[in-house]
Every structure is written in structure tokens, then in C-alpha cells.
């Protein structure tokens, strides 16, 4: 169907003196690939990067002719990490702004609103630029510049004393954001630390375990731009993971016919763009998608060549149904029986959503068939007990279709996140950590981070050294307030170090506060599963570059960035070499030039092994005459593979197929173990599971004490309907959801995200407001099970009747004695321990103008600053996946006399409760032969297979 249409006489007049762009070069249906030769006519062309001329804009009227050098480097406001163009002002040295980089195979040359933002980042008055230490006690908020020779010798020699007292388990690295491919994990292994944390089981380990249990992949990659049904849980494409490469291929999809179906309680930007808006209750999403199964079952919707080759059918039925007989025929017949309870009926009791709908869009999602795209992140599974479960059920669709791996499918997302050659790698470490992943959740599938300041709490260890690094717990993670108790007391904690650019509530209870660079003053490789290709992007400093390409090259990256803004990379090669000065500790070695015998390594070099070993960047960069490296260094992103799909039919070699047989399965076997799957003749090396194939059955889960999970089942949320006492006024509160303009507590140092979006209001549907006799503004106290937060009503027609929702961005805060930061965002507050464990925070005043260097600061109209709802919430560890369960079930009413704006309370003793409640759903660890986890479930940073077993020595 053609997309042209017909043009006004005001838009051809305007067409022709050039006002607008010329409409009637519209291409049908598609859109331009930016990144084509020939088409970059919205961007300068990389010829002419060096020396670039532009007029300045606020110099108008005048004609200011500024010249600048153009450099490559990448977004780091979202884990997208998405090309950018930075314009160097070649006499200044200054930033001028930041753009889309057309060559970037994943963004294409756009950006969200958060990527330009940078500029705002980097040119915060208020950014931390010198290291600082503590004076006084942790926490009260006096520090003093010290210089980075006397951080550097002070936290290395802390180390250096732990590691050779053998108490290796007390050093810890807890990251926010990684925004990097594996470069820390080399460091903690050549330290010998089972020292890796992350926030991963407050963010997406819910859906990744869902993920991982069909095919050992955590991760979804769905090919949106080729799909002809496109399902999605939440809102991706305005904000969930990769939103913005993920939003341009949902539009090219959509273009191309593909209709989209949206799950969410939300009347999201995403919902408003679907052709099915289903508002499921929170957590009844996998008894939806079962139901949905169940229609594509019966309705005979299925492929069968796919689940015949790629299932686990036949184990699956010789464990459940051992008396008939081991067919393909017998299998669905099983199938339709196991699920003839999910009905479209039922799926609408849990749910909400009409039945007719969830069997028009299963009927739709059937008929897509190897071209259903599907995606699920956080939003339900990372909400919920069991929200691992809607992953899982998401999965059997694309399963149940054959759309895993397949052109318009869902590729794992391994398929499309490279690996880098790194010049070295350290032996894997040879301890467990248990505050990390300890007895009672054995299959995790992150570190339980959530649960690290209760472990202290406990008594199950302490930390020598603990470096934070873009990380903040207190005020992103749930239960902040344990966090500060934790982080106050240096019996748990020896020494805190926290790594970040700009202030934040955890670093104000740190001893020593890092700052390190924005995203335009450090080096990263960076890899993500956007699309059904295969990118790197090199994330690199910008002026740093610029004065490179100028003649005038610097030896560190402090050197080029604002104060003394270090980049991590180096940092972590300088206390390496300070841990161990001689050598003796084994550490040094892993930080030694491959380039240049015995000397320390240079950054440059270690991203120069990495790209002179990446296939096939040699031989494009020597069609320019270039190096790898500059190659890099000049598009700032290359295109590894253009496709990559069914890559489970990879044929196993010759080698490989020494001694191997072929069981009644078809699954090939060599000394006992899978390792690959006969498919119509060809060996192929299959799914990273035990089986080589998608696992519908699952052993492991079986085997671990979970059997009532062994296939896809619904699991009911800890906030069910049936936990709701309505006439108490109880609700289930959606805490997750982004604005497409913040990102957790990254964004508040960005004054044009914040001028944009700087309240979050609980979101109520019209009909409860009228039944409580609420209005828009009306203050409100929502109850949590361990205190309560006061926040203000927005009444809408947006939200599902029945369910809550709150943004988790904003409420960020600074107490009167802390210094000062984020002042588009923070609200300046009191907090006080009115008794032992109970606190209480009250808001003494919001956002102000004030006087900076930026004269923007003294424009602030706005005085909304939010409401920190997440430190009111307690732990809720998912006992299977360990994720944290983030919705609450929590009671309404309206304000008391003395409840102002922003005030909460909350009583650690009772969170402490909380988990302990929770913990008692877990069934620990030992599993099969004294495992403490599966030796298939892979971790961060992975020791050495012997410590998968429990009671085995750690080395020291
Ligand atoms: S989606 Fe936006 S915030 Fe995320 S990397 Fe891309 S430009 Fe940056």
C-alpha cells in the first residue's frame, strides 16, 4: 500500500522556499538507513569531522563561524548505549553539544531526549570534580580534597593487607550501570575476588531466569523491524530496555503491517500506540500468555517442525507420562491437556482483559508465526513473586510459534552481543562468595543484592573494602534506610569507596568519593542486543581525542577531562599495580602492556588488542588506511554482522563429532553430556542448556525442589486479588515504570530532563478516586508493610481501576549538611532516627532557583522535586530467581493533619522482618551432589567449577 498522500497548498508553498524538507521525497514505507554512503544529509559527513563550521546559535543575529573537530562516543544514560556526535570546540576545547552518530549500527543517528543531555551532565556546576575524603564520622557530611596519590596507596594497601590475610571474600565492587563488556570482571579475577555485585536482581533477573531456564540465554532480542505481531510486556517502546533502537525497529515493523499488542495495568505512551491495549491486573500477565497458548494449541496455530526438533518433548513425557507411548502426537495431546484449565475465561477473571481480546491477539500471534517478536524486561517480571513466570510463558509463544532465532522472531540475546579478545584473562577465582550468592537461593540468577545489608546485619561476613561504582542503593534499591544503617557502621563496612560522577545518597555515606567521567570522558566497549545484528561502540573521551588528533596527545584521561575527573579504566590499572607493587600477589602481571615488554598498560592498548581482534574490522579499517583503533576512533561503532539469526544450527565440526552418539532423542552425545541435536541429518550445536534444546520440561527445576514448576505455570503474585482487602483501602502499587526522560537516579544532573518531568504523583483510575473522594492533588498516605510515604493524586482514565502506579524517578534528596548536587532534582530534607530503627524523613524545602555559573539555575520554575517511595519498601526476594518482587500491596488514605508533601517514615525492624519472611520461602542449597547452584547456570564472574560444590576449601 503506498504511504505517499496528497500535500496543502501551505505545505507545497512552504516546501518550496525551503522551510520544510521536501514532502514529496518521501520513501514508501521505509526508512532511510541512515548510516547508508549518500544519505547522511542530516549529518556532517566524516570528512569532514577534523574541521567542522558552524554558526553559533546564540550568537544570532550575528554570524559567529565556530569551528570544531566532530568525535564519535557513546550515550551512557541508558543501557542502550546509543552513538553520539560530540562537537569540540577546536580553539576551546569545549563541548559544544552532542548529536546522533549516523554510523552507529544500533541508533542510526537518533538519540532520545536523555542522549543530548549529556551536554547538561558534563557541564553541571554542581559535579563532583576533585576526590574527596571524609572528616568526622560516616555520613555527617564534612569532607576534604585530598589528592589521588593518597587515595590510590590508602585503598590499595587495605587491599593488599586483605588479600594477604586470605580474607579475599571482604573485597567487593557493587556496580550500577556496567556500560562496559566485561572489563571489570578481568580485574576482580586478577585480584582473586569473588568480589562481583550488581543491581541485576532489582532490575531484570526476574525475566532473565524465565529466559535462561528455556535456553540458557537470559535475554530476549527480538527482531521488531521484521515481525508481523509484535507483544510486548510494558512500555519498550518509550522507555523499556534499548527503547530507543528497540522504538525505531517497533515503528519499521509497524510500517511494514506489523500490528503490536501492548501488556500493561498503564495506559503507557506504548499502550496509547497499540493496536491491543491489555491492561492486566499486575502478575496474572502469565496466566494471559498461557491462554494465549492455549488458542494457538487448539486452534492447531503451532509448529510442529520447530517443537518436533527444538523441544525437550520426548524427556517431558517419559517423566510425566510414562505409560504412552513417546510421539510427537501424544506430546500435544499432553500439551492441550496440561493447559485446558488456562482458559481465555479464566485469563479474563485474573486478568481483566476480555477474553475476546486475548484470543484475537493469541489467534494473531499464531497466525505471525516464526515472525512473532516478543520482549519482556522488568515491568511484570520484576514485579512480582513468580515474575520470572511471565518470561518463561512470553517464551512458550515464540516456542510454541517457532519464532526463536528466526528473521521477524526472538533471537537469544547472546546472538547479538559480542564477545571481545581480550589481551589477557586472569584464571577464574577459586572462592564463593556467600554474601553474594548464598545457600538459600541457589538458582539466582544475580548476586542477591538486595539482601547484602541484612547479610551484615546477620553477621554472615563484612567488607574490608566495599567500592560503589554508579551505583545507589540507598535511594534506588529498596529499604534505604538498612542500606545507611549498613553503610554507617565501619565494623561491617572497613572502607567505602564510591566511584561516580556526581553526588548521591549513598556517596554521602562513603569515605572516599571518586568522581569519575560522564560518558564523554572515558573509554567503554560497549555490545547490546538491539537488533538482529552485531555491533561494538567504543565509548571514548572526547577532548582526549581531539587533542590526539591535534598533535597534542595526553598520557591519562584525567589529564584532558574537567578538575581531576579520572575514567575508571584507569583507575583500576593504577591500583592494581599499587596492590601489588612487586609482583608477588600475581596481580600486576595481568596489567602489563601486550605491546611493550614489562611496561604498565595503556588504555589505548588494551582497546587496540581488542578491535586488531575482531573479526573482520582490520580489513574495513584498511580500506580507509586505517588502524583498527583509529577506525574506532573515527566512527566511534562498526557493524560486526549485519543478521544473525538461527544460530542454533550451527554445525558441530568433524572434531567435535569424535566419539559421539546419537540418542533416541536425537540429541548427540559425547562422554555423557549434550552437545548438540541431529536436525534433519545435521549435527547442530543447539541451546546452551542441558538438553541442547529449548527445555518445556525442566529438569533442574525438578531437581532442585521446585517440581510444581517444571513446565510454564501461572504463579500467583504475592499482590494478588485475593491479598487485597478493599475495604481497607488496599491496592497494589506499580512502583517500576520510567519516564522516557529520566533514568533511575542518573538523569538529575541534567536540567533539561528535569525541567521536563520532575513530579511523580500516584496514578488512580477515575472510578476509585470517586469512591475514596479523592481529586487530582489531594494528598494521599500510601501505607507499605514497613512505614509510609505522602505523595499527591493524579486521577485518570490511564490507569486500570483497582491498581496504583508511581514512577520510580524522582524524590531524590540532600540533607541540609551534605554537599551540594543535583539541584535541578533534589529536595533538601531532614531525616531523623526518631528511635532505634525508625525513621523519619520530612521535606524542608523543594526545588529553588540559585545562583550559579549557569544561568539557567536562577531560571528554575519548577518546585516539585517528587517523593522517594522505594526506601519505603521492604526486600521481597523472589525465592527462585532471587529477584526483587518490586509491586506492593499497600493501604490508602487520605493525608493525616500532620502529613506534609515528601514525608515518609520508615521501621528497619520491620523490614528486617520482612525478609526474614521471605527468606523462609527459599528450599537451600545443597542440590543434586552437594551442588550449592546448577553447573550449567553460569554467574558473573564464574570461579572455578570447584566452588560450584558446597564445603570445598577457598583458596588463599
Ligand atoms: S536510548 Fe537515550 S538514554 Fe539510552 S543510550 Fe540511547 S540516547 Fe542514551
Redesign the pocket.
Known amino acids: 500500500m503506498s504511504s505517499k498522500r496528497k500535500h496543502g497548498l501551505i505545505e507545497n508553498i512552504a516546501e518550496k522556499l525551503h522551510l520544510i524538507p521536501n514532502l514529496h521525497n518521501e520513501v514508501e514505507s521505509e526508512l532511510p538507513r541512515l548510516t547508508e554512503p549518500g544519505q547522511l544529509t542530516d549529518y556532517p559527513p566524516p570528512d569532514k569531522w577534523d574541521d567542522w563550521v558552524e554558526y553559533e546559535a546564540t550568537g544570532w543575529p550575528r554570524r559567529e563561524a565556530k569551528n570544531y573537530m566532530i568525535v564519535p562516543t557513546s550515550?551512557f544514560?541508558?543501557?542502550?548505549?546509543?552513538g553520539l556526535l560530540s562537537y569540540v570546540n577546536k580553539e576551546t576545547l569545549e563541548v559544544r553539544k552532542f548529536e546522533g552518530n549516523p554510523w552507529h549500527p544500533a541508533?542510526r543517528g537518533r538519540?532520545?531526549a536523555?542522549?543530548p543531555a549529556t551536554i547538561n551532565q558534563i557541564n553541571d556546576k554542581d559535579r563532583i570534580l576533585y576526590p574527596l575524603k571524609r572528616k568526622g564520622k560516616r555520613g555527617e557530611g564534612n569532607w576534604q580534597r585530598v589528592s589521588w596519590d593518597e587515595v590510590l596507596d590508602e585503598i590499595a594497601s587495605r587491599i593488599r593487607v586483605t588479600l594477604k590475610a586470605g580474607k579475599n571474600n571482604e573485597v567487593a565492587y557493587h556496580v550500577g550501570r556496567p556500560g562496559h563488556e566485561g572489563y571489570m570482571d578481568r580485574v576482580l579475577k586478577a585480584w582473586g575476588v569473588d568480589g562481583h555485585n550488581s543491581h541485576t536482581n532489582i532490575c531484570s533477573a526476574g525475566a532473565r531466569f524465565g529466559y535462561a531456564i528455556w535456553h540458557g540465554y537470559d535475554r530476549p532480542s527480538p527482531d521488531h523491524a521484521n515481525a508481523k505481531f509484535i507483544l510486548l510486556i510494558s512500555a519498550h517502546l518509550e522507555s523499556g530496555h534499548y527503547?530507543?533502537p528497540h522504538a525505531q525497529r517497533i515503528i519499521e515493523g509497524m510500517m511494514n503491517g506489523a500490528k503490536l499488542a501492548v501488556m500493561d495495568p498503564r495506559l503507557s505512551n506504548t499502550a496509547s500506540m497499540a493496536d491491543y491495549w491489555m491492561p492486566t491486573y499486575p502478575g496474572s500477565e502469565a496466566a494471559v500468555l498461557l491462554a494465549m497458548a492455549k488458542v494457538i494449541l487448539d486452534e492447531g496455530l503451532y509448529n510442529e517442525s520447530f517443537m518436533k526438533n527444538w523441544v525437550n518433548w520426548q524427556t517431558y513425557l517419559k517423566k510425566e507420562h510414562p505409560k504412552i507411548a513417546v510421539n510427537f502426537e501424544n506430546f500435544i495431546g499432553a500439551l492441550k491437556e496440561e493447559y485446558k484449565e488456562y482458559t481465555p475465561e479464566f485469563a479474563e477473571q485474573e486478568s481483566g482483559v476480555p477474553a475476546k481480546m486475548i484470543i484475537e491477539t493469541a489467534k494473531q500471534a499464531g497466525k505471525a508465526g516464526t515472525q512473532l517478536s516478543t520482549h519482556n524486561w522488568r515491568s511484570a517480571g520484576s514485579g512480582n513473586l513468580g515474575g520470572w513466570s511471565v518470561a518463561r510463558c512470553l517464551h512458550f509463544l515464540n516456542v510454541l510459534t517457532g519464532s526463536v532465532g528466526t528473521i521477524g522472531g526472538t533471537s537469544p540475546s547472546a546472538w547479538n552481543k559480542f564477545k571481545p579478545n581480550v589481551f589477557d584473562s586472569p584464571p577464574a577465582v577459586k572462592f564463593w562468595n556467600e554474601l553474594h550468592f548464598p545457600d538459600e537461593y541457589p538458582l539466582a540468577h544475580y548476586e542477591m543484592s538486595q539482601l547484602l545489608p541484612h547479610f551484615l546485619k546477620e553477621g554472615r561476613g563484612k567488607l574490608s573494602v566495599y567500592f560503589t561504582r554508579v551505583f545507589n542503593p540507598v535511594w534506588t534499591f529498596p529499604d534505604g534506610f538498612t542500606w545507611i544503617e549498613a553503610l554507617s557502621d565501619e565494623s561491617k563496612i572497613g572502607l567505602h569507596a564510591a566511584l561516580t560522577p556526581t553526588w548521591n545518597e549513598t556517596a554521602y555515606f562513603a569515605d572516599y568519593v571518586l568522581p569519575m567521567g560522564h560518558s564523554s570522558e572515558r573509554h567503554d566497549l560497549i555490545s547490546y542486543e538491539t537488533h538482529s545484528g552485531l555491533w561494538i561502540g567504543f565509548r571514548q573521551p572526547v577532548v582526549r581525542e581531539a587533542l590526539r588528533r591535534m598533535g597534542k596527545p595526553v598520557n591519562f584521561t584525567y589529564e584532558a577531562n574537567p578538575g581531576e575527573v579520572w575514567e575508571e579504566d584507569e583507575f583500576w590499572i593504577e591500583l592494581s599495580w599499587r596492590i601489588d607493587p612487586d609482583g608477588s600477589l600475581g596481580i600486576k602481571e595481568h596489567f602489563i602492556s601486550p605491546y611493550r615488554k614489562g611496561e604498565k598498560i595503556r588504555i589505548e592498548e588494551y582497546y587496540r588488542h581488542i578491535f586488531e581482534n575482531t573479526t573482520g574490522l582490520p580489513e574495513k579499517a584498511s580500506e580507509e588506511g586505517l588502524t583498527p583503533l583509529d577506525y574506532m576512533r573515527k566512527y566511534g561503532a562498526f557493524e560486526v554482522e549485519t543478521t544473525s539469526y538461527n544460530k542454533h544450527l550451527a554445525k558441530l565440526s568433524k572434531e567435535e563429532l569424535k566419539s559421539t552418539e546419537v540418542d533416541e532423542t536425537n540429541t548427540i552425545i559425547k562422554n555423557g553430556k549434550a552437545i548438540g541435536v541431529m536436525v534433519h541429518g545435521t549435527a547442530c550445536s543447539g541451546f546452551p542448556t542441558p538438553s541442547r534444546k529449548q527445555e518445556f520440561y525442566s529438569q533442574t527445576i525438578v531437581d532442585w525442589g521446585w517440581p510444581e514448576y517444571k513446565i510454564p505455570v501461572y504463579i500467583k503474585s504475592h499482590i494478588h486479588e485475593e491479598k487485597m482487602d478493599r475495604e481497607k483501602g488496599e491496592f497494589p502499587l506499580l512502583p517500576t515504570f520510567r519516564l522516557p526522560t529520566l533514568?533511575h537516579s542518573r538523569s538529575s544532573n541534567a536540567k533539561w530532563l528535569t525541567e521536563i518531568s520532575n513530579r511523580n504523583p500516584i496514578w488512580m483510575h477515575t472510578s476509585d478516586a470517586k469512591k475514596f473522594g479523592i481529586k487530582t492533588g489531594d494528598l494521599l498516605r500510601i501505607n507499605t508493610e514497613i512505614g509510609y510515604f505522602i505523595d499527591r493524586v493524579w486521577v485518570t482514565e490511564g490507569m486500570k481501576p483497582g491498581v496504583v502506579a508511581c514512577s520510580h524517578h524522582l524524590g531524590r534528596w540532600r540533607r541540609p549538611h551534605d554537599e551540594k548536587g543535583n539541584r535541578w532534582a533534589t529536595n533538601l530534607v531532614d531525616i531523623q532516627e526518631v528511635e532505634k530503627g525508625k525513621w523519619k524523613m520530612r521535606v524542608l524545602d523543594g526545588i529553588r532557583p540559585y545562583k550559579s555559573e549557569d544561568s539557567d539555575s536562577s531560571r528554575i520554575f519548577w518546585s516539585d522535586g517528587g517523593v522517594h517511595q522505594n526506601i519505603t519498601f521492604p526486600v521481597h526476594p523472589d525465592p527462585i530467581s532471587g529477584m526483587h518482587c518490586w509491586h506492593q500491596k499497600v493501604r490508602i488514605e487520605k493525608a493525616r493533619a500532620d502529613d506534609k508533601y515528601g514525608d515518609l517514615f520508615v521501621d528497619t525492624n520491620k523490614s528486617f522482618e520482612v525478609y526474614k519472611e521471605w527468606l523462609k520461602m527459599t528450599r537451600p542449597a545443597p542440590g543434586p551432589d552437594g551442588l550449592r547452584r546448577p553447573l550449567w547456570f553460569n554467574r558473573p564472574l564464574r570461579p572455578v567449577d570447584e566452588m560450584y560444590f558446597i564445603g570445598k576449601k577457598q583458596d588463599n
Open positions: 550515550c544514560n541508558c543501557e542502550a548505549g546509543c541508533s538519540n532520545c536523555k542522549g527503547f530507543n533514568i
